[in-house]
């Protein structure tokens, strides 16, 4: 007879599998090309600011009430801020558990990790970005600006310490004639992407830290 702690992690593990094969789904959503210009020229995404994070610094310009397209998610991790921070920074290993990036490369070299001020090159969303770190306070905040055809973004993580683990914040905006488009057309990809994102973060850091 199986022990509660192996029903347990059957239980996890089949959670995280059927979480994975949803966001499989999502994933093809995400990734389809833009199907075209949007029909009004003058329209704009829709942004929710009701869920925007007071703890987090925006760089000039890329405000949430200003910026083109605005997402905010979060979750729960049971783990500490060092196993969750430095799952983030270990970027080039990133396509290994997050397959919405690829073609990961730090500049510097033979460089793995992000660090303050540091430039790297990937894909992700479809979209070639070319990144820089803006933030970087290990175990707490990290930032980034991203900057591809028709597209400037700004992506910030907020790792706040609680009972049992973290709550992990992550926000995007964006501007520019590609992410009016995008966003228009794929109104819940950047979400569904994200949301996709912290869940295997959540898997990988809380796995990590039962060993």
């Keep these: 007879m199986k022990s509660d702690n192996q029903l347990a ?5 089949y959670t995280f599998m059927k979480t994975s094969i ?14 075209g210009a949007a029909a009004d020229p003058g329209a704009r995404p829709v942004k929710d600011l009701s869920q925007a994070s007071r703890g ?15 997402v905010h ?13 430095q799952n983030l920074v270990k970027a080039t290993e990133w396509p290994k558990w997050y397959s919405n990036a690829s073609d990961m490369q730090i500049a510097g070299g033979a460089k793995t990790e992000l660090e303050a001020d540091v430039e790297f090159t990937w894909k992700t969303f479809g979209f070639p970005i070319k990144s820089t770190v803006h933030e970087f306070i290990p175990n707490r905040r990290l930032g980034w600006f991203g900057e591809g055809t028709g597209i400037q973004a700004y992506h910030t993580w907020l790792i706040v310490p ?30 569904d992407g994200h949301h996709w994102w912290l869940t295997a973060l959540k898997y990988r850091s809380e796995t990590q830290n039962s060993h």
């Design 56 to 70: 987090i610094h925006w760089p000039q310009g890329f405000e949430p009430e200003t910026a083109d397209a605005f």
């Design 9 to 13: 992690s059957k239980s996890e593990k």
């Design 162 to 191: 609680k009972d049992g683990g973290c709550e992990v914040i992550t926000e995007e905006t964006q501007i520019g004639p590609s992410a009016i488009q995008y966003n228009i057309e794929q109104p819940s990809a950047m979400y």
């Design 22 to 35: 949803v966001t499989l789904g999502v994933a093809v959503s995400v990734l389809q090309p833009l199907a």
């Design 73 to 85: 998610n979060e979750i729960f991790i049971k783990a500490p801020a060092n196993v969750i921070w």
